[in-house]
């Protein structure tokens, strides 16, 4: 029984491999608007790009399915002056909707840190 538990736990961990799914919008202003759609992203897309226009207290987010090197040439070339106008692009693609914040990519990698934790906990028992 404890060996049926620790492969039911460790499948949970490794999910066989799927497309990245990412949030995609296109002039949202606010990333709550921008959050209602997703898609899968098809090969050779595997990051998920999210870019942030910002003038004054204008914003447009755009959120898309891009390859790893357009995403990396678009936010090395991003620039934001003192005042936070301008252009911000992030990259991620370390798990389904990864563009979803800043704040909830921190969330979940505790979660999943903690989570690994007591699979490994129960392995040694």
Known sequence: MKMLLSFVLLSLLFPPALALECYVCSA???NEQCN???QDCQSPLDTCMTSVDTEGQAKAIVKQCASEATCSGAAASSSVDANGNGNSVSCCN???LCNFSGA???RVHTTLLLLTGVVLRLLSL
Do not use: D, P
């Open 94 to 96: 370390s798990f389904n």
């Open 28 to 30: 949202s202003s606010t």
């Open 36 to 38: 209602q759609n997703s």
């Open 104 to 106: 909830e990519s921190v």
